[in-house]
């Protein structure tokens, strides 16, 4: 049986990868968030094959174990995995409760990278990881300082990792987009008016994103980027000193 699995499903991007990856013959698609009645919801309006609804909490160490188990028992070859769940909090470190802030890693890092390594187990030649990085990995952004660095973290993982699985013909790869209309403004805390870089920053449609990203991972590329805007600030990012652009980049 070869599956999908998409974390962080019940909105936004995680959405629009749903609809996306049902085009890619597969058997089945699991679909991974916290809110059950949302995941019901998308699949009755989108669904077209068969989706399982997995509601569990990223966060908490039983849910990777009970994705482990199902896994296991049920030996799916996984042709994809999207590692989509995560969210952002804008402010300055020192204004902010720690436990929001410790929250993000525990989503952005430890549970992206816990997820992979059992679903790793179960992807054979052809497969394909998604990890939904951010422009915001290519630089430091005071005032999004845990949400940019949690970022950096997945795309040096992505790299890595594809590295490492590249005699295996396993791609991954790091999915940066920039601003969206999905949820990811609201739960940070980035209303208009808030933030005069994410003001003036274009937004790129999340339905885009998925299946360009999705293309882009057949096609064997390491990163998507959208927006000749962004392509640039990550070329630079790479040939200037962080230094410079960090004030620059400042949310």
């Not at 609809?19 to 919801?41: F, M, N, P, T, Y």
């Not at 410790?102 to 052809?126: C, F, P, Q, S, Y």
């Not at 993982?157 to 594809?162: A, K, Q, W």
Request: hydrophobic share 45%; net charge positive.
């Amino acid at each position: 049986m070869n599956i999908a699995i998409i974390t962080g499903a019940s909105s936004g991007l995680g959405v629009e990868f749903y609809k996306e990856i049902q085009k890619e013959g597969l058997d089945e698609i699991w679909v991974i968030a916290r809110r059950e009645e949302k995941l019901r919801e998308n699949s009755e309006k989108f669904g077209k094959i068969k989706t399982r609804i997995v509601p569990m909490d990223l966060t908490v160490q039983e849910s990777i174990l009970k994705l482990q188990k199902m896994l296991d028992e049920e030996a799916p070859c996984v042709k994809f995995l999207v590692n989509n769940a995560g969210f952002g909090i804008f402010g300055a470190v020192i204004d902010s409760d720690f436990e929001a802030q410790g929250a993000m890693v525990d989503l952005n890092v430890r549970a992206l990278t816990e997820i992979t390594a059992v679903a790793l187990k179960h992807m054979n030649e052809k497969s394909y990881i998604i990890n939904t990085c951010s422009i915001a990995s290519f630089v430091p952004n005071a005032n999004l300082t845990v949400y940019s660095s949690t970022k950096a973290y997945v795309m040096s993982f992505s790299r890595g990792l594809r590295q490492e699985l590249k005699k295996r013909k396993i791609n991954v790869t790091a999915v940066c987009p920039g601003p969206m209309a999905t949820e990811f403004l609201e739960v940070a805390g980035i209303d208009k008016g808030v933030s005069k870089m994410f003001d003036t920053l274009p937004t790129t449609k999340p339905s885009l994103v998925a299946r360009k990203a999705i293309n882009a991972a057949k096609n064997g590329k390491a990163v998507y980027t959208p927006r000749a805007l962004f392509k640039v600030y990550r070329v630079l990012a790479k040939v200037l000193p962080h230094g410079m652009l960090i004030p620059i980049c400042k949310c």
